[in-house]
C-alpha cells in the first residue's frame, strides 16, 4: 500500500541543495532537521519524499550514517526496502548497519511469532531487499541459537529459511572507515 503524504508540506523545509562541498555544507539546516525527523520515523513518509526530491538521496544516506534514533520507533521493512532500492549503488556500510538497527527487532520472539514473521517474509521476499533479507536470515538463525526450541520446531523454521531467497553478500563487518561511528548503546 502507498502511502500518501502532502507534498507541499514539505516544499517549504527543501532548502537550496548545493552540488558540491561536505554533507553538511549541500543543504541548509532545516532540510537536515527534516530528514533527521524523517529517518526516525518509520522509514514511510521519508521515502515518499525522496521519491518526489530524488536529488536529496545521497544526503539521506550520509546523514544515515549519523543516526541517533531517539524516538526508538522501528523501521517498516517495506519502506527500507523502497530506501535501500532508492540508493542502489550508494551503501556506505554505516547507513546500511544504522538502516538495520531501525528494524523490527526479533530476537525475544517465541516459536509461533518467529514462525509468523518468517512465513511473512518468505511471501512477501520480492518486495524486501536483498540485503534486509539476509539480516534476518542471519537474526532468526540467531534466534534459534539462543533459545531452546524443540528439534521439531527448529526443523520447521529451517525448512522455510531454505525458502528465503537470500542473494546479498553484503558484509556488514565494522571495519570500514566509518566503523568507529558505531554506537554501542544501539546495538
Known amino acids: ?51 518526489h526530491y530524488p536529488k536529496y538521496v545521497q544526503i539521506v544516506c550520509d546523514h544515515f550514517r549519523y543516526l541517533y534514533n531517539y524516538s526508538e520507533q522501528d523501521a517498516d521493512i517495506y519502506a527500507a526496502s523502497k530506501l535501500l532500492y532508492m540508493s542502489e549503488g550508494y551503501h556506505p556500510k554505516q547507513f546500511v548497519r544504522n538502516l538495520v538497527r531501525k528494524l523490527k527487532k526479533i530476537d525475544e520472539y517465541d516459536i509461533s511469532r518467529l514462525k509468523a514473521f518468517l512465513d511473512e517474509i518468505v511471501i512477501n521476499q520480492k518486495n524486501i531487499h536483498p540485503i534486509i533479507l539476509g539480516f534476518y536470515k542471519v537474526e532468526i538463525k540467531k534466534n534459534m541459537i539462543n533459545n531452546n526450541y524443540h528439534k521439531l520446531q527448529m526443523k520447521v523454521i529451517e525448512k522455510n529459511l531454505d525458502k528465503l531467497l537470500v542473494d546479498s553478500d553484503f558484509d556488514f563487518a565494522a571495519s570500514d572507515r566509518d566503523a568507529n561511528l558505531d554506537i554501542p548503546y544501539m546495538d
Open 1 to 51: 500500500m502507498e502511502e500518501n503524504y502532502d507534498l507541499e508540506t514539505y516544499d517549504r523545509f527543501l532548502g537550496e541543495f548545493k552540488e558540491v562541498g561536505n554533507h553538511w555544507d549541500k543543504i541548509e539546516k532545516r532540510t537536515a532537521t527534516l530528514f533527521q525527523v524523517l529517518i526516525d520515523g518509520d522509514l514511510k513518509e521519508l521515502v515518499f519524499v525522496l521519491k
